[in-house]
């Protein structure tokens, strides 16, 4: 893994963080980004996270893919002068 890749990882976890700390629809569940994985061409990111309690983890995931997906790549687009977008 490149030096860039790796400064561009955590700059994203730390983003994607934020916002959901800031998006989610009940205070009672906790989800933490574990790490962020580009690929070498950085047009596409994996973002590893963890759902506490467990149940909430299909309801979690259904959320993030539903309704946030559009809205983290909007701020990112904002935040990021790259030249692919993740």
Avoid at 26 to 40: D, G, M, Y
Wanted: cysteine-free; aromatic content about 6%; overall charge positive.
């Amino acid at each position: 893994m490149t030096r860039r890749q790796e400064k561009l990882n955590s700059f994203l976890q730390k983003l994607i963080a934020e916002f959901l700390e800031a998006s989610l629809p009940s205070r009672s569940i906790l989800v933490s980004v574990l790490r962020v994985e580009t690929f070498k061409d950085l047009r596409m990111a994996k973002v590893f996270i963890s759902v506490l309690p467990e149940e909430k983890t299909d309801e979690i995931l259904e959320f993030l893919n539903k309704e946030i997906k559009r809205e983290i790549k909007l701020r990112l687009s904002k935040n990021l002068k790259i030249k692919f977008l993740p």
